[in-house]
Each structure stands twice: as C-alpha cells, then as structure tokens.
C-alpha cells in the first residue's frame, strides 16, 4: 500500500526559506510523476510544481512559485522535495504531495491517484 507522508512545514517569515519533504513508501516513481499542490483557506487546491523522467527528469511549476520554488526528488523516487525561497503571505496554505504511474506530467488534481496528508506551512508579515 503506498503512504505519502510530507514533513517540513510550519510558521516563517516573509522572505525566508522552507525545504518540505515528502517520503513514499510501499511503492516507487521513478518513471512515473510526483507533483506538489497546495490550497489556502477557503480556496480549491492548486498546482504547484511537478517532476517527472522522461529521459531526463524534467520539472514545471505554476506562475505564481517558478523562479522561488524547487521541486526534486531523490534518484529512487522515494523522497520528493519543494524548496520554498522568497516566501510570501499568499504562500500560506496546506501543501500536499502526490503521485503516480502518469507517463506524462499533469497539473490536475484528478490525474493523482496517491496524496499525503497535507503540510502547513503559514507565512507571517
């Protein structure tokens, strides 16, 4: 049975940095893809950044984290990361990790069959 678990959140600043990590266990993505998607109070979850192999491994983020946000993942796909740089109050939400056997990257909910549990990660001003 696959388990996500993510870890790494909690209360910062604005302008600081957080590394979030995501194990899985019962199962490994390394052909497949594993993403990150948060959602913030009273709003629909949403697509942070992805990575999957396809040759290389290759990574996509939304508009609102690319230049801040890192997305990676160790070489056994076991353990998936999002390094949070430049953080600022609209970052504020539960951040979940997902995965699947997706051949191709997606950035909708729906394409996920395995979530976590979710992460907070609050960024205060």
């Known amino acids: 049975q696959v388990q996500l678990v993510e870890s790494g959140g909690g209360l910062v600043q604005v302008g600081d940095s957080v590394r979030l990590s995501c194990a899985a266990s019962?199962?490994?993505?390394?052909?497949?893809?594993m993403a990150w998607f948060r959602q913030a109070p009273d709003k629909e979850r949403e697509f942070v950044g992805v990575?999957?192999?396809?040759?290389?491994?290759?990574?996509a983020y939304s508009d609102s984290v690319k230049g801040r946000f890192t997305i990676s993942r160790n070489s056994a796909a076991t353990t998936l990361y999002l390094q949070m740089n430049s953080l600022k109050p609209e970052d504020t939400a539960v951040y979940y990790c997902?995965?699947?056997?997706?051949?191709?990257?997606?950035?909708?909910?729906?394409?996920?069959?395995?979530w976590g549990q979710g992460t907070q990660v609050t960024v205060s001003s």
């Open positions: 997902a995965a699947d056997s997706l051949s191709r990257p997606s950035t909708t909910v729906d394409a996920y069959t395995y």
């Open positions: 019962g199962g490994s993505f390394s052909s497949g893809t």
């Open positions: 990575v999957w192999t396809a040759g290389t491994t290759n990574t």
